[in-house]
T-cell receptor, first 112, second 111 residues
Framework: DSGVTQTPKHLITATGQRVTLRCSPR?????VYWYQQSLDQGLQFLIQ???????AKGNILERFSAQQFPDLHSELNLSSLELGDSALYFC???????????FGPGTRLLVL | GIQVEQSPPDLILQEGANSTLRCNFSDSVNNLQWFHQNPWGQLINLFY???GTKQNGRLSATTVATERYSLLYISSSQTTDSGVYFC?????????????FGAGTRLAVHP
């Protein structure tokens, strides 16, 4: 158990819908990262937050947004969902951006 | 951007065998991590090893940063070692630390 929690574990929804994925980092970690793992693209970085501020963006679609709240938990919002958004979404956290990242169990999203 | 190549892509072992997985990266990094993704999809941290050698039980890893590669050794493999092993690297810069993952080595250990 990495100490990073993600909810829900599984999510099935329809095209065009909007979903919110939630992540609680390890106690004391200020940095939160989101990654997407799909069959065709592998594991890809989406976005990074540090103590509430966005620090870096990767291959994140405009339909996706995220934020980190004052209690340091983070949410990833996916809207206007398409079939291709079906993937495993991971949250990771680290004490600071220079240290190792620890991954949560992931949220498996299926868009039908 | 930094490219990460892992080899071999697939590996089949008998229980008890040893193996070496390799990770090559194309540029200087200051973060390198090895992960094991188990059949349930969980990504488990194995090592944080931007340089040097570390050991944890039957697993050990070595990173030679100047030559841009890292090796993961698995000794006396067990069926529970099956899954995909990922190497991921990052160059920390100005608070920015995205991990770039290799395509992974898929390991199957048979009894």
């Amino acid at each position: 158990d990495s100490g990073v929690t993600q909810t829900p574990k599984h999510l099935i929804t329809a095209t065009g819908q909007r979903v919110t994925l939630r992540c609680s980092p390890r106690s004391g970690d200020l940095s939160v990262y989101w990654y997407q793992q799909s069959l065709d693209q592998g594991l890809q970085f989406l976005i990074q937050y540090y103590n509430g501020e966005e620090r870096a963006k990767g291959n994140i679609l405009e339909r996706f947004s995220a934020q980190q709240f004052p209690d340091l938990h983070s949410e990833l919002n996916l809207s206007s969902l398409e079939l291709g958004d079906s993937a495993l979404y991971f949250c990771a956290s680290s004490v600071n951006p220079q240290e190792a990242q620890y991954f949560g169990p992931g949220t498996r999203l299926l868009v039908l | 951007g930094i490219q990460v190549e892992q080899s071999p892509p697939d590996l089949i072992l008998q229980e008890g065998a040893n193996s070496t997985l390799r990770c090559n990266f194309s540029d200087s990094v200051n973060n390198l991590q090895w992960f094991h993704q188990n059949p349930w999809g969980q990504l488990i941290n194995l090592f944080y090893i931007p340089s040097g050698t570390k050991q944890n039980g039957r697993l050990s890893a070595t990173t030679v940063a100047t030559e841009r590669y890292s090796l993961l050794y698995i000794s006396s493999s067990q069926t529970t070692d099956s899954g995909v092993y990922f190497c991921a690297v990052a160059l920390f810069s100005g608070g920015y630390n995205k991990l770039i993952f290799g395509a992974g080595t898929r390991l199957a250990v048979h009894p």
